[in-house]
C-alpha cells in the first residue's frame, strides 16, 4: 500500500491550501482514509477522515467550518480543502488509509506553515 500526500506549504492567516492523499495499492470494499496532523511538541491529532463506502466524515471542532474532506474514487485520492487558516494549524499533515483489516497506512507527510 502507497499513500502519498501533496499540496502542503506556505500560507497566511485567513489563506487557503488544498492537500492531496493519492492511495493506491489495495483493493478493499471498504477503509477509511484520514489526515492527521502534528505539530512540535505536540501529540498527532485527528483532523478528518472519510469513509469510502458511504461518504462519511469526521471533522475535528478545531477545524470543523473552516476545512472540508472530499473523495475522487475514481483516483483513489482524498483532498482536504482548507480555507481561513489560522497560525494553529501549523504543523506536518498526514494522510493514513484504515483498511478493513484493522492496518493503518501513513504518508509521509506534508508540511502546513501559517503565518500571522
Known amino acids: 500500500v502507497q499513500v502519498v500526500e501533496s499540496g502542503g506549504g506556505l500560507v497566511q492567516a485567513g489563506g487557503s491550501l488544498r492537500l492531496s492523499c493519492a492511495a493506491s495499492g489495495f483493493t478493499f470494499d471498504d477503509y477509511a482514509i484520514g489526515w492527521f496532523r502534528q505539530a512540535p511538541g505536540k501529540e498527532r491529532e485527528a483532523v478528518s477522515c472519510i469513509r469510502h463506502s458511504d461518504g462519511s466524515t469526521y471533522y475535528a471542532d478545531s477545524v470543523k467550518g473552516r476545512f472540508t474532506i472530499s473523495r475522487d474514487n475514481a483516483k483513489n485520492t482524498v483532498y482536504l480543502q482548507m480555507n481561513s487558516l489560522k497560525p494553529e494549524d501549523t504543523a506536518v499533515y498526514y494522510c493514513?488509509?484504515?483498511?478493513?483489516?484493522?492496518?493503518?497506512?501513513w504518508g509521509q507527510g506534508t508540511q502546513v506553515t501559517v503565518s500571522s
Open positions: 493514513m488509509v484504515a483498511t478493513i483489516d484493522f492496518q493503518n497506512y
